[in-house]
Structure formats: structure tokens, C-alpha cells
Nanobody
């Protein structure tokens, strides 16, 4: 069993910063890609940022220059540093990981966290 648990969400004023964390735990053999997604009320879930096991990153145009994704492979944790936050960044943020388990290392499965709310007030 694998779990992804996000933390760090909250309420912040426009222009402020938050740092999200997502820790993966359980029967993990390896983790390849990890990423952050978000979903605002009435909208589809959208990709915010991704990072490979080697540290290559990519970002949605809407967050480039403001958000930074990073990971600590030793801790199976991915982070999202969010600066210069805007009201339109308000959403539930989800962590996603592509993970192989000890039970079946031949197949990589997608796992999602439960989400953490980020609210940016104007």
C-alpha cells in the first residue's frame, strides 16, 4: 500500500507565499515522475508542475517564474514553493506520483494524494 500525503496549504493574501509538501510512504520500490495538479471549483484538474527522478522540471505557463517544484528522493518527498500568489491560484492542490512497489516492481502505478486547499485572498 502506498500513500501520498500533502501538507502546507492554507489562506494567504495576494502576493504572499506558501510551500506545499507531499510525502510518499508505504511499499515503495522506486518513484519516477512526481507532480502537482490543482482543481478550482467548476474547473477541470490542471497540471501545475512536474519533476522527473533526475530533477528535470516543467511548469504550466500560468505559474512559470512564480512556482518552483523540487524533490528529496531520500525522503520520497516533493515540494512546491509558491511565490507571488494570485487569487486565481486558489484551488485544491493534489500531488501525483508514478510509483513502483516492492510487491510488483515491473509495473508503475499512478498514485494521488488527498489534496490540500490553497486560498489566496485579494
Amino acid at each position: 500500500q502506498v500513500q501520498l500525503v500533502e501538507s502546507g496549504g492554507g489562506l494567504v493574501q495576494a502576493g504572499g507565499s506558501l510551500r506545499l509538501s507531499c510525502a510518499a510512504s508505504g511499499n515503495i520500490f522506486s518513484i519516477s515522475g512526481m507532480g502537482w495538479y490543482r482543481q478550482a471549483p467548476g474547473n477541470q484538474r490542471e497540471r501545475v508542475a512536474g519533476i522527473t527522478s533526475g530533477g528535470s522540471t516543467n511548469y504550466a505557463d500560468s505559474v512559470k517564474g512564480r512556482f518552483t517544484i523540487s524533490r528529496d528522493n531520500a525522503k520520497n518527498t516533493v515540494y512546491l514553493q509558491m511565490n507571488s500568489l494570485k487569487p486565481e491560484d486558489t484551488a485544491v492542490y493534489y500531488c501525483k506520483g508514478t510509483i513502483r512497489t516492492m510487491t510488483d516492481a515491473h509495473i508503475a502505478y499512478i498514485y494521488w494524494g488527498q489534496g490540500t486547499q490553497v486560498t489566496v485572498s485579494s
